[in-house]
């Protein structure tokens, strides 16, 4: 899904970002140009954004199991 039109972003370029560390908006912003132009894809951008870093922190807690369970 294209997320921002004016910059031809789409929702899987947010998710990659994320993952090489655009964990806020300006970095999103500073990264990829995501808001740049109109703005008006600012709230769907950072709802990406926001389901990313939700995703990251659900996953997060696997890590902490099996180190855990490796100490
Ligand atoms: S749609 Fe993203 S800046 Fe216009």
Redesign the pocket.
Known sequence: MI?????N?SERKIRQAVDAGATTMPKLRDSLG?????????AC?KSVLRECLDDANQAQPMLFQSNALAA
């Open positions: 997320v921002c039109i004016c910059n972003i995501v808001g740049t132009c109109c703005g008006k894809c600012h951008a």
